[in-house]
């Protein structure tokens, strides 16, 4: 089994909904913090949304602040992003993503650098 295994992605049209669903297989337990990431088609990588499992703290990319909600299902071993009001922007690569040791989010962005498992993305597409 993968360790981050994502699913849920599809095809939407602008303004609707999808939830994402990252299997964890028990990485929530030894994560300090875990994320969703989307990278577009000739675009940089970027931080869409991070938990962090012990406190429960969560922070957003300010283009998705309002719209799009992670949580933990840790009974589950589940890791969940609601996207709502879908945008034409939105269409990407979403990656889950764990960091056992460092932060997901300092200086008041999403940081990748310290993320060492990556799941192999889930496709999202948007229909204006």
């Known amino acids: 089994q993968e360790p981050l295994m994502e699913s849920g992605g599809g095809s939407v049209q602008a303004g609707g909904s999808l939830r994402l669903s990252c299997a964890t297989a028990?990485?929530?337990?030894?994560?300090?913090?875990m994320g969703w990431f989307r990278q577009a088609p000739e675009k940089e990588r970027e931080g869409v949304a991070v938990?962090?499992?012990?406190?429960?703290?969560?922070y957003y990319a300010d283009s998705v602040k309002g719209r799009f909600t992670i949580s933990l299902d840790t009974a589950k071993n589940t890791m969940y992003l609601q996207m709502d009001s879908l945008k034409p922007e939105d269409p990407s690569v979403y990656y889950c993503?764990?960091?056992?040791?460092?932060?997901?989010?300092?200086?008041?962005?999403?940081?990748?650098?310290?993320?060492?498992?990556w799941g192999k993305g889930t496709t999202v597409t948007v229909s204006s």
């Open positions: 993503a764990a960091s056992p040791l460092f932060d997901c989010y300092s200086g008041s962005r999403i940081i990748s650098g310290g993320i060492q498992t």
């Open positions: 028990g990485y929530t337990w030894r994560s300090n913090c």
């Open positions: 938990i962090y499992p012990g406190g429960g703290n969560t």
